[in-house]
């Protein structure tokens, strides 16, 4: 394992005072070291499998629950990991040395009866299920992830369509101004020419001619601009 949050249970140091009583094993540290390291190593060889969540966890920020899904139960004796640290924290021991506040607890548990191993395979059960509940959750949000955007790939898709679509019956509405201010123009082109022939018919007869001729533009405005999207 990386952590090494379980050092501090299993520290080989020893209070000052004592160095007296135990010069000879302070003089070599690496067997208690190497006894250390093998208690780490049946710690977590005695929680062997990773946890299996047998219900959903329907609030993530609560850790109870997450234990709870994963099945770790607590001891009779009450002794968790989770009670030690709230133990630590208490204003008897919280200011004292690293020495005294791991004496105090073995102390405690052992007026309790429990082992100190049993304690620490108890944080290790409950480091896993948060690992494993971590992948669980980091999993699903991949997944979330790209169900998402392939979501958003088929709606941009579908927008573009629409957009393509609404941007051609534009084009077309303007296309069918244009057309038919043309033909209107020309129409209007050909009638003045019309009126004017008439006019200079009857101009002969008149002296007020009564036939109106010309006064329209006779060429069409420009074309309405295509709408940009």
């Known amino acids: 394992m990386g952590k090494k949050w379980y050092n501090f249970l299993v520290s080989v140091d020893q209070p000052a005072e004592q160095s007296s009583q135990n010069e000879t094993a302070a003089e ?5 070291v190497r006894t250390a390291a093998q208690t780490v190593a049946e710690i977590t060889s005695a929680v062997a499998v990773d946890p299996t969540f047998t219900k959903p966890v329907s609030n993530p920020s609560s850790f109870d629950e997450i234990y709870r899904a994963a099945e770790i139960v607590d001891a ?43 304690v620490l395979e108890d944080a290790v ?11 669980v959750q980091e ?10 955007s392939e979501e958003n790939r088929q709606v941009q898709a579908e927008l573009d369509r629409i957009v393509a679509e609404h941007q051609a019956r534009i084009q077309k509405n ?26 200079d018919a009857v101009s002969y007869f008149v002296t007020e001619n009564p036939i109106t001729a010309g006064g329209h533009p006779s060429e069409p405005p420009a074309a309405p601009k295509q709408h940009e999207s």
Not at 174 to 198: A, C, M, S
């Open 28 to 32: 070599d540290v690496t067997p208690a």
């Open 76 to 118: 009779t004796h009450g002794y968790t990991i989770l009670k030690v640290a709230d133990m630590l924290q208490s204003e008897h021991i919280r200011t004292q040395t690293p020495a005294v506040k791991r004496s105090s607890i073995l102390l405690a548990l052992e007026a309790a009866g429990v082992k100190l191993q049993e």
């Open 125 to 135: 059960r409950r480091d896993r299920a948060l690992d494993t509940y971590e992948h």
């Open 139 to 148: 999993k699903a949000l991949q997944d979330l992830e790209g169900q998402k």
């Open 174 to 199: 303007n296309d069918e101004v244009t057309r038919e201010k043309e033909r209107f123009y020309g129409w209007r082109l050909k009638k003045q020419q019309e009126e004017k022939k008439i006019s």
